[in-house]
């Protein structure tokens, strides 16, 4: 699979570039962002952090404000950010909103027409695009999942139902529950049938923390208490979720005062974060 590198600027002594290719699960053009660190001496591995963006933005947000570049650069990861969902295929009522369609995959494979022949986030994130890093960069084989929003609640149920490709967990303001609170949009992509509706429980973090039998996961999330969406992310749900299953799933929540739901927030909270990763994947051999 080809592909085509679009930038590469230096950034804290890395690079930071952003690559195009055709995507075979989205069957349409697709970019994503990578750091690539600093490396003094040939025939270095990293490990490797995929972030996951929240709603109307691409793959441009994340490293233009977050200044994340600093920390990865430090703590040796490439970074890696899909865009949030295809683009161009002009589906009806694809731009008619800015929660729905372009721009808002909630990162799920869609089983509704017209979006489930490209609306296959899901299994980009956890399949094709971890195969394609694999593939062209010096990579460890450990990776770790976080992400904003509406990419919170992507790192949480990619990292929840993929154990042994994400190693580490964590996200700033996720959506935690949107079965209740995002319906619209999943009555559009996966169907509002009774037996339909049942599968929505695949794609909330929420429904998979109270089946996860994987092995322990410590996830650090952030929430700011100024948040205007608080309502609607729930951030206290997944806490209740795990219930009796703290042998395997520890969930630490910080409720930071004063702050919004902007990169003004995640931009203050970025360093934990990477040292939150760095420490749990450190400890972990390489994949060969």
Known sequence: MSLELVLRVKCFNGFQKIY??????????MKFSLYEPESITTGVKFNVLYYLSGLSCTEENFIIKSGFQKYANEHKF?????????RGLNLPGENDNWDFGEGASYYLDAVK??????????????????????QNFPTTGRNGIFGHSMGGHGALVCGLRNPDLYQSISAFAPMTNPIFSREDAYRKYLGDSTEEVKEWSLFDSCEIAKHYSGP?????????????????????????????????LKVTLRLQEGYGHSYYFVSSFIKDHFEHHSKILNQLPTVE
């Open 20 to 29: 195009r290719h055709f995507s075979e699960e989205l069957g349409c053009s």
């Open 216 to 248: 322990p996961r410590d996830i650090l999330i952030d929430q700011g208490l100024e948040d205007e969406f608080l309502e609607m992310l729930k951030p206290g749900n997944l806490q209740l979720a795990i219930g009796t299953k703290e042998d395997k």
């Open 113 to 134: 027409e017209p979006w489930s022949k490209h609306y296959r986030m899901y299994s980009y994130v956890t399949k094709e695009l971890p195969k394609l890093i694999q």
């Open 78 to 86: 490439i970074v890696v950010g899909p865009d949030t969902s295809p």
